[in-house]
């Protein structure tokens, strides 16, 4: 089985647009799971552009799947997640100038900084997981500073087109190899949509897919209900065919 994590970022991003109180994540979350995700994912960036500390707090007492809390190497943030304990800390890079996060956590360049953030989560209760490039050094360093899971960025491999995306493609099965030869619980995502998920979904071991934007885009047009149980059939079909 690979779990569905449904990233409800964009659903607070429509609301955030006039600052007003819908649509509201929370309800998202609910309709998301009567659908069949195995799970909530939500980035509370330092700059709050569009999930809330009260979203997050709603999700932790209303969510009965599996909530993943995104989050960078940020004191405040770290602060929150410890006092709210999410079941899941996935830790990314954020920087505010970007439109949505560009690439994965450099852990191997931060250590230390990195160890101590894993540390803290973990104390708390909390499963961590490091979002990084499938790049070896990465996945290495992740094992390194505690980690228990890697998800691998799937932004060049979804970028790709023809025999770039196959190679990208190559890319994450290697690197999917290296993150279980390590022990690690092997995660993905990051621009996959309905057109490029299955190929990804099949990679061997993998145990979760991250994808919000397409799901919230689609759902604009057929509802949210819909749009998460035809992603969830697709990784379904493709796990099928895997086993």
Do not use: C
């Not at 998301?32 to 709050?48: K, N, V, W």
């Not at 439109?99 to 708390?124: H, I, M």
């Amino acid at each position: 089985m690979v779990r569905l994590g449904v990233n409800i970022d964009h659903v607070a991003t429509i609301r955030q647009a006039r600052r007003t109180d819908e649509p509201d994540p929370v309800w998202a979350a609910a309709l998301a799971e009567l659908a069949g995700a195995d799970g909530i994912t939500i980035h509370l960036r330092e700059d709050r552009r569009h999930i809330q500390d009260r979203d997050l707090r709603l999700l932790r007492q209303t969510v009965v799947s599996l909530l993943n809390l995104e989050l960078a190497l940020n004191e405040e943030v770290l602060a929150i997640a410890v006092a709210v304990k999410p079941d899941q800390a996935s830790l990314v890079p954020e920087r505010r100038e970007e439109v949505t996060t560009e690439g994965g956590l450099d852990v191997a360049g931060q250590r230390d900084r990195a160890r101590s953030a894993v540390e803290r989560l973990k104390a708390a209760g909390i499963r961590v997981s490091m979002f990084i490039d499938p790049d070896e050094q990465q996945i290495r360093a992740s094992k390194e500073v505690g980690a228990d899971a890697v998800e691998l960025h799937t932004g060049r491999y979804a970028e790709a087109r023809g025999p770039d995306r196959e190679r990208e493609l190559g890319v994450l099965l290697e690197a999917g190899t290296v993150v279980t030869d390590l022990g690690l619980h092997l995660h993905a995502g990051h621009g996959l949509t309905y057109r490029n998920v299955m190929p990804v979904a099949r990679i061997p071991h993998l145990k979760e897919l991250n994808i919000g934007h397409s799901i919230v885009s689609r759902a604009v047009l057929v509802g949210l209900e819909r749009a998460v149980r035809e992603m969830k059939v697709l990784i379904e079909k493709a796990v099928a065919h895997r086993e």
